[in-house]
């Protein structure tokens, strides 16, 4: 079902474009190099943040990090724990992580549930905040990161009481 | 703020791995980076590219318009600031479209898009706008409607029902989301 939401957008834009005699292929030119253009921008910002993110979770800081919060936030299961942290920093790392929860606890056990209901009501807000935010090189982000974080948090304790509630 | 957060994610990770002994392990991630970074630049680039000339597209034939028309009622009340019919709450209503059907790949472009045109209207270019924040709020908690990643991932390990967390991630977005909004509508007025 959701293969077929791109095609078909993709479809209305064309359809679209020529009902209103649009030069739609000269269109996407013009649009496809503004898109060269603010890749060009956002190159350096990426290379920043890949980095740092990087050595971040090279270091193996999450493991001493997870024995230290693990009293504060003893209301989450141990096992999502490392998804709590990782999923406001990295997409990849903790689709890493949601993938070897699948693979110990199985895709349909409490943890799976939870694990893909947290994976899919947050996003990695760290990261944006910082692309996006290079991106038009703004340096003072004032509460961006406090109240973006925030709203992971509520998501978080949203997914456990509404997966148990669920299943 | 973004100064401060690479300071911190650098300089705990290099230190952390000093004192336990790690170094080698950072050593060759500095070495590999520059590599990690190019292959997800490399395929950012083709959708950022793709995505632009279809918005560019969508937004000359009015399209985009039309459909920004459709839930305009409810930005224009998240974004007093803005304008209206500023054309950056076309990019928001693209960007938050795209979030919802679980194409991030594709949010990503109309987001930054939406950012640049935001700063158009900023008063203090250094500065974010009370309206960049309440967006990035609105992007990062995640109004995800139809998670594809997730439910692929689940059907790779032989879910039994792949999308059975659909329900169950719209509540925790929804109630992420408002949560997210109130408290920001809560520190824009306090600083009124």
Known sequence: MSSFIIPILILIIIFYGMYKKINIYEEFLSGAKEGLHLMYNIIPPILAMTFAINIFLKSNIINTTILILKPILSFIPIEVIPMAILRPISGTATLAVLSNIFSIYGPDSFVGRLASTIQGCTDTTIYVLALYFSSIKISKTRYALFVGLFADLMGIIASIIVVSLFF | ?192
């Open chain 2, 1 to 192: 703020m973004v100064n401060i957060i690479w300071f911190i994610l650098i300089a705990i990770g290099i230190i952390y791995s000093i004192l336990t002994g790690n170094i080698s392990l950072i050593n060759d991630e500095i070495i590999l980076s520059g590599k990690s970074a190019f292959n997800l630049i490399i395929s950012m680039l083709e959708v950022t590219v793709l995505w632009m000339g279809l918005l560019k597209i969508a937004e000359t034939s009015g399209l985009l318009n039309k459909f920004a028309k459709i839930i305009s009622p409810i930005l224009s009340k998240l974004f007093p600031d803005v304008p209206k019919n500023h054309e950056s709450l076309d990019y928001i209503s693209s960007n938050v479209a795209a979030n919802m059907m679980g194409l991030g790949s594709a949010a990503t472009p109309f987001g930054l898009k939406a950012m640049q045109s935001l700063q158009n209207i900023n008063i203090n270019k250094k500065e974010a706008s009370d309206a960049m924040i309440t967006f990035l709020v609105l992007n990062t908690s995640g109004v995800t409607i139809i998670p594809t990643t997730v439910i692929a991932l689940r059907l790779a390990y032989n879910s039994i029902n792949p999308a059975e967390i659909i329900i169950t991630s719209i509540i925790a977005t929804i109630i992420s989301s408002i949560s997210g909004l109130t408290l920001d509508y809560l520190i824009r007025r306090h600083h009124r």
